[in-house]
């Protein structure tokens, strides 16, 4: 580290002599050797007194600027990750009283800070940091602003949407399951993404469906196009925790996947999580597809796993249950210097034009335009799709505009689909899955509404207003008729139990909100349901193996190597369990007969 008289040295004369106003007067110190001598005492003579006195005389964000510069390892000062922290700059220069601001870059007169922080590090001299340590106190520590409840909307969230993606995933799971076990879904072998048919499949399974409806109408023709969210990053994560494979172009279950099935929903989520830390299938970043230029030749996007620890760290920081602004969560990541590059050369990505629309440019590729993007993308369709986070968003149209300033994008509603995220709040699962708990406790709902529960099986509410908790648990098992009035549904119950819902909690929920016992037509209903529901269970995956003859089907359904290996399905055909498939292909070929792949 440089010393004073060092930094000092290091300036030209007249940038001395701007200094000067700042300490007292003495004779002589024409010179540079001079006026290095003066200032220097100015600052540390009488035994640091005069480093304190010219201390007090800065502004209160002048001194958090020494403060935060005097307690950094190396003693340097970092203007962005200040501003992220304050939401302010310190002032280095100041214009003068007789000057134009147009003639600011070529009049502006240092401030008192120039004593401190010098060169283009902006460092302390280390000889001032023993004296300054004696009366400068330690800043104070980064904050992650929260709530427990959301602010009321402003002008800008207009038609905010709320989605409990805890509560949601605890039954999208076992859906998506039960749509690869029966053939539903296909993706491609060689990127792994799914199909437009797949994603309205998924769109019209999933519990609260897609964020946006993947067929809304466009205002003009040349309106972006959302897409898919929640529905394009299912397919992938089931991949990359080797749980589903593509076969042909149908998504399957892999050996993995049928074992994970007897675990419980959130082990299977947590391990998910863990093995999308270290795929390889997808760089989030690429999703914000307006960005041009990211697989241009030679290294241009810098590697994913770094990225995503920055992001986990953060996310880690967030309290449970507590809603945290996206922009603060942006800052707080700077403030802390949990810090990360998307691309080694900006100047290799562009917006519409690769010439004009560079991002090369100074101020065309801050930190919210790529650094905040990614965090967005992996935030909205990673964390919140596995239920890590409840999110609160809008419609990404002209919901931010930090890309505004950047040439040819008066056509664009928006940079990324993720946009319109505003809010997000860390989820018990979340908290699981970062491995901040040991254990998964489901959330309790805590609501003040009440309601009337009738043998028409109608549900009223009669006081207070329902939670999104209590929505989301009307929605499941019951069909909204009014706007306070629901009806249970037998069908919609047993799809929800299908889903891996259990119908207990509708029974005990309906009982925390009614101070009548339940009618005995409901508690009938429940009962029925829960039978009805539970009647039959997917205990294996199986396939059906086709013979070419009657002939062949009967010597290998009785031969004492392959009959305990395969059940009969018709004349020609027999049925084994995937996880026994290896075994009877090796004992059918000790009988004399192999198999084909008929799989499309």
């Known amino acids: 580290m440089m010393t004073l008289h060092d930094a000092l040295n290091s300036k030209t004369v007249d940038e001395l002599k701007k200094l000067l106003p700042f300490v007292p007067e003495e004779q002589g110190a024409s010179n540079k050797a001079g006026l290095v001598g003066r200032i220097t005492n100015g600052l540390i003579g009488d035994q640091g007194e005069n480093l304190k006195r010219q201390y007090a005389q800065l502004d209160k964000c002048q001194q958090l600027a020494v403060a935060?510069?005097?307690?950094?390892?190396?003693?340097?000062?970092?203007?962005?990750?200040?501003?992220?922290?304050?939401?302010?700059?310190?002032?280095?220069?100041?214009?003068?009283?007789n000057q134009e601001s147009y003639s600011y870059r070529y009049s502006r007169l240092p401030t008192r800070l120039c004593l401190f922080l010098f060169g283009n590090q902006l460092c302390l001299p280390a000889d001032l940091l023993?004296?300054?340590?004696?009366?400068?106190?330690?800043?104070?520590?980064?904050?992650?602003?929260?709530?427990?409840?959301?602010?009321?909307?402003?002008?800008?969230?207009?038609?905010?949407q709320i989605r409990l993606c805890e509560q949601e995933v605890l039954t999208d799971l076992p859906t998506i399951i039960n749509l690869i076990q029966q053939?539903?879904?296909?993706?491609?072998?060689?990127?792994?993404?799914?199909?437009?048919?797949?994603?309205?499949?998924?769109?019209?399974?999933?519990?609260?469906?897609?964020?946006?409806?993947?067929?809304?109408p466009k205002k003009y023709s040349w309106s972006q196009e959302i897409g898919g969210i929640k529905t394009f990053a299912w397919p992938?994560?089931?991949?990359?925790?080797?749980?589903?494979?593509?076969?042909?172009?149908?998504?399957?279950?892999?050996?993995?996947?049928?074992?994970?099935?007897?675990?419980?929903?959130?082990?299977?989520?947590?391990?998910?999580?863990?093995?999308?830390?270290?795929?390889?299938?997808?760089?989030?970043?690429?999703?914000?597809?307006?960005?041009?230029?990211?697989?241009?030749?030679?290294?241009?996007?810098?590697?994913?796993?770094?990225?995503?620890?920055?992001?986990?760290?953060?996310?880690?920081?967030?309290?449970?249950?507590?809603?945290?602004?996206?922009?603060?969560?942006?800052?707080?990541?700077?403030?802390?210097?949990?810090?990360?590059?998307?691309?080694?050369?900006?100047?290799?990505?562009y917006l519409?034009?690769?010439?004009?629309?560079?991002?090369?440019?100074?101020?065309?590729?801050?930190?919210?335009?790529?650094?905040g993007r990614y965090v967005l993308c992996v935030l909205f369709e990673y964390a919140a799709?596995?239920?890590?986070?409840?999110?609160?968003?809008?419609?990404?149209?002209?919901?931010?505009?930090?890309?505004?300033?950047?040439?040819?994008?008066?056509?664009?509603?928006?940079?990324?689909?993720?946009?319109?995220?505003?809010?997000?709040?860390?989820?018990?699962?979340?908290?699981?899955?970062?491995?901040?708990?040991?254990?998964?406790?489901?959330?309790?709902?805590?609501?003040?509404?009440?309601?009337?529960?009738f043998p028409s099986l109608h549900i009223n509410i009669t006081d207070g207003e329902?939670?999104?908790?209590d929505t989301l648990t009307l929605n499941t098992w019951a069909t909204q008729e009014a706007d306070n009035s629901w009806k249970l549904d037998k069908a919609k119950s047993i799809l929800a139990i299908e889903s891996g819902n259990d119908i207990a909690t509708l029974d005990s929920f309906l009982k925390s909100k009614d101070d009548q016992p339940l009618p005995e037509a409901v508690e009938g209903f429940i009962a029925t349901c829960q039978k009805q529901g539970n009647a039959m269970k997917q205990v294996a995956v199986a396939l059906v193996i086709e013979c070419s003859s009657d002939e062949i089907a009967d010597m290998l359904a009785d031969h004492k190597e392959t009959k305990k290996l395969c059940q009969r399905l018709g004349k020609k055909q027999l049925v084994v369990k995937q996880s026994q498939l290896e075994k009877f292909q090796q004992a059918a070929r000790i009988v004399g007969f192999g198999i084909t792949a008929g799989i499309p």
């Open 466 to 469: 329902p939670s999104a908790e």
């Open 130 to 160: 023993p004296l300054l340590k004696e009366f400068v106190a330690k800043p104070p520590p980064v904050r992650l602003f929260s709530q427990a409840q959301l602010p009321e909307p402003d002008k800008r969230e207009e038609g905010l």
């Open 236 to 349: 992938l994560l089931l991949q990359s925790a080797k749980l589903a494979q593509v076969n042909g172009s149908k998504l399957e279950l892999s050996r993995s996947g049928v074992k994970q099935l007897i675990n419980p929903t959130p082990e299977t989520i947590r391990l998910i999580w863990k093995k999308w830390q270290k795929n390889t299938l997808l760089d989030e970043f690429n999703r914000v597809d307006e960005i041009k230029g990211q697989k241009s030749k030679g290294r241009v996007m810098t590697a994913t796993a770094p990225r995503r620890l920055m992001v986990t760290t953060a996310l880690e920081a967030c309290p449970v249950g507590e809603w945290v602004e996206i922009d603060n969560f942006f800052n707080f990541m700077q403030a802390a210097r949990l810090n990360f590059e998307v691309t080694h050369n900006p100047w290799k990505l």
């Open 68 to 97: 935060e510069a005097l307690y950094d390892p190396e003693g340097e000062f970092f203007p962005d990750e200040f501003y992220a922290k304050y939401q302010e700059s310190p002032a280095f220069a100041v214009i003068p009283d």
């Open 352 to 371: 519409i034009d690769s010439e004009y629309g560079s991002l090369g440019y100074d101020g065309f590729h801050d930190w919210s335009m790529l650094q």
């Open 385 to 453: 799709t596995l239920g890590m986070i409840d999110v609160a968003y809008i419609d990404p149209e002209d919901a931010r505009d930090d890309y505004r300033g950047n040439w040819g994008t008066d056509d664009l509603d928006f940079l990324s689909r993720y946009d319109g995220m505003c809010y997000f709040r860390l989820t018990a699962l979340g908290a699981y899955c970062l491995g901040l708990t040991d254990e998964y406790v489901a959330p309790v709902n805590v609501s003040d509404c009440r309601f009337a529960i």
């Open 183 to 216: 053939g539903k879904l296909k993706a491609s072998a060689k990127t792994g993404r799914a199909s437009a048919a797949t994603l309205k499949v998924l769109a019209q399974s999933l519990n609260g469906g897609e964020f946006y409806d993947l067929e809304r």
